[in-house]
């Protein structure tokens, strides 16, 4: 009993001289997704925390692209078909029903891609989907607008406008945002309306911009991103247009509840690249990229347990093509973690890494933890073993000398720690 006694106290001498209580969002704040590495990707689609779609393509004259997927967080991945150069979007009507615009039509699986049927074969690129309310799908391609009001089993192609469409965006049951790029004539392409379900379109400016996305919010402001040019704003359906954020390219611009801001910036002409948020409408930005490699952003995505997604260029130098959030948007850490402090020892380590959790309410426990070396690879992600006293330990005699972050995983929080592995 003495000895055991003099153990944990012992142990708690050491913990309160030389361990630290981790107690806010960590900087270390995504994590890397093992693409399919077999073709690059153009297009995501994530479902939720563990199921991941994607689209890829080539331009090779022989090779062409598809469908894969994942429900075990990326971990593994399927090639599920469709015979197609290259993928250029995804959606999903309900679990198991999705769509995809190709380079010769759409595409639509109703088992989760088991199987897919060519609905609607063409010869221009299909670039985007949306569906608009129920049984109403609009798909963009070069050159104009199609519409489906069966789902997808008859279009109507005679909704034709200038450019590539790039993007849409239902505001409600009838009226629809459409932003485009006209390649063939100067100051064609920009933002088009319809309050008709698109029978009828009218341009409302940016005229001879090249924009990319469209993101609508509470105060009825439509926020449009722009390769070049930036991020614009209005409030009027276009009658005036005021610059938000000058001098980027920006493929994607996503507004959440609270009408939080978040827009992916690529490095196509200008070296400022990576994930931002704001929010207070774009008055003032905080960088999002932290420990992203590759920070070409071309596509963000937000999922319905508010998992976010970043997707880079793909067969970059820069890294890798594909991010997860460790941490699901809009969680409140801080309620999270006046629950428990955690410590983490010995540090610097050589064999074996342990965590241990003290815990108020004794209720929850450490579902993973993942290492990461300092280029935001993703080393090792396990649960550990478990030892006394409420302890994990971790395995780290097979990693190389050098500093390492160590982030734990519990409940909707993420902590993390450097730790020096000699």
């Not at 089993?153 to 459409?178: A, K, Q």
Request: glycine content about 8%; proline content about 4%; charged content about 15%.
């Amino acid at each position: 009993m003495l000895n055991h006694s003099f153990h944990i106290k012992r142990i708690y001498i050491l913990l309160i001289l030389f361990s630290v209580n981790i107690n806010s969002y960590t900087q270390h704040y995504w994590q890397e997704i093992i693409d399919p590495d077999t073709m690059p990707i153009t297009t995501m689609l994530p479902m939720n925390y563990d199921t991941i779609i994607l689209g890829t393509g080539s331009n090779h004259p022989y090779i062409k692209g598809g469908i894969y997927r994942s429900i075990n967080g990326g971990n593994t991945w399927e090639f599920t078909g469709i015979d197609a150069w290259t993928i250029y979007d995804l959606i999903s009507l309900g679990v198991d029903t999705l769509y995809a615009a190709t380079s010769s039509g759409i595409y639509m699986t109703k088992n989760f891609g088991d199987d897919w049927e060519h609905i609607l074969p063409f010869m221009q690129n299909v670039i985007c989907l949306c569906k608009v309310s129920s049984g109403v799908l609009f798909a963009g391609f070069w050159g104009g607008i199609m519409r489906s009001f069966d789902y997808g089993i008859t279009w109507d192609t005679s909704l034709v406008m200038s450019g590539v469409i790039n993007s849409i965006l239902p505001i409600s049951e009838s009226e629809i945002y459409v932003a485009c790029t006209d390649y063939s004539s100067p100051g064609g392409g920009g933002v088009f309306i319809s309050d008709d379900l698109g029978n009828s379109w009218g341009n409302i400016g940016l005229n001879g911009y090249d924009a990319q996305s469209l993101a609508y919010n509470s105060n009825q402001e439509l926020f449009v991103g722009c390769v070049y040019y930036g991020l614009y704003k209005t409030v009027d359906q276009g009658v005036t247009w005021d610059t938000v954020l000058p001098w980027r390219d920006i493929f994607s611009v996503i507004i959440k509840e609270n009408d939080n801001m978040f827009i992916g910036c690529s490095r196509h002409n200008f070296p400022i690249g990576g994930v931002f948020f704001s929010n207070n409408n774009g008055e003032t930005w905080e960088d999002y990229t932290y420990n992203i490699m590759n920070n070409d952003i071309k596509q963000l995505e937000i999922t319905d347990d508010n998992y976010f997604y970043a997707r880079s260029s793909d067969g970059s130098s820069l890294g890798p093509p594909l991010y997860r959030s460790i941490n699901p948007l809009f969680v409140n850490v801080n309620e999270i973690i006046q629950d428990y402090e955690f410590f983490i020892y010995p540090n610097p380590a050589s064999t074996n890494l342990n965590v241990l959790m003290l815990s108020r309410s004794n209720e929850k426990e450490i579902q993973n933890i993942l290492v990461y070396d300092l280029q935001g690879k993703l080393i090792i992600n396990d649960s550990g073993t478990l030892l006394p006293n409420n302890t994990l330990q971790l395995d780290v005699s097979q990693l190389k000398a050098g500093m390492y972050y160590v982030n734990i995983i519990i409940e909707e929080a993420s902590f993390s720690e450097k730790v020096l592995i000699k």
